[in-house]
């Protein structure tokens, strides 16, 4: 598949999805944004990838944002047609896709940027990296999920005052806050996210894609975190992983899932 401004690698168990503007930044366009919904679509239909990265490129942004010289002249209407969309093709779908993502945050982390980030399972960030929403400075909001998924991660009181100051944390910080679960060293840090990535690959996909499933059903509206926990839970006992890992336990070897 080819694209204009993402780069898609495929190295067995784990796809590596690098953002490539780096002369804007990484900034999101609606061409990057269309071309990491059919990325991030590929590498999670591709059976033999049990884990996906995301990060940008250069060294100095992971994705410093929707790309502001496309919207800035837009109506009522299309802003929230722009904001609509971004959920569903990407900020959601990532989200809510069967696969791991780890997002690797490599530099400048802002609104669409750090709302990308958000979007992913969990966050390693280089320790240049700097984080922030700053799209009240712009006379906006977040419009990619910042205003929710911001404060379940950080709490609201820390995520009202990012929001409000439009500011920016550093590294440290934001693993203070939770919202990143390491920092590592610029150079080491998608290493470091694929020692994470080797080891998740190691499990039963099925059952990660359980717990992905389950997990994010605390965070909708409407929807019983435990009903599904429960359901899922008990659809793993029909799964060939399930088999294979109770038996390799039972038989003292390490377990060689089929991911089915
Ligand atoms: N949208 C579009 N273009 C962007 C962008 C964005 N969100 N962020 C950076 N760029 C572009 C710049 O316009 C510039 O392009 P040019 O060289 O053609 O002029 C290029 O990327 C480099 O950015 P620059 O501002 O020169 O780098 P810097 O090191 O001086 O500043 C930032 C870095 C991240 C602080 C600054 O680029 C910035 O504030 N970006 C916008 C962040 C933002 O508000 N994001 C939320 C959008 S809703």
Request: aromatic share 8%; with cysteine; proline share 2%.
């Amino acid at each position: 598949m080819n694209f204009n401004n993402i780069l898609l690698e495929e190295q067995g168990d784990i796809a590596v999805i690098t953002i490539n503007r780096p002369k804007k930044l990484n900034a999101l366009n609606k061409e990057t944004i269309m071309e990491l919904h059919r990325a991030f679509r590929e590498a999670s239909e591709n059976e033999s990838v049990k884990v996906i990265i995301v990060t940008g490129a250069g060294e100095k942004a992971f994705v410093a944002g929707a790309d502001i010289s496309e919207f800035a002249d837009f109506s009522v209407e299309q802003g929230t047609n722009l904001a609509a969309n971004g959920h569903k093709e990407l900020f959601d779908f990532v989200e809510n896709l069967k696969t791991p993502v780890i997002a690797a945050v490599n530099g400048f982390a802002l609104g669409g940027g750090l709302e990308l980030a958000m979007a992913c399972h969990f966050r390693v960030a280089s320790d240049n990296a700097k984080m922030g929403l700053p799209e009240v400075s712009l006379g906006v909001i977040p419009g990619y999920g910042g205003t929710q998924r911001l404060p379940q991660l950080i709490g609201k009181g820390r995520a009202m005052e990012l929001i409000m100051t439009a500011g920016m944390i550093d590294a440290q910080t934001a693993h203070n806050y939770g919202l990143v679960n390491h920092v590592t060293k610029q150079e080491e840090l998608l290493a470091f996210c694929v020692k994470i990535a080797t080891r998740i690959a190691q499990n039963s996909g099925v059952a990660i894609s359980s717990a992905i499933r389950a997990v994010n059903a605390n965070f909708k509206d409407g929807v019983n975190g435990f009903d599904i926990e429960i359901e899922e839970f008990g659809k793993c006992f029909g799964t060939q992983d399930f088999a294979e890992g109770t038996s390799a336990f039972l038989e003292k070897r390490k377990a060689d899932f089929p991911g089915k």
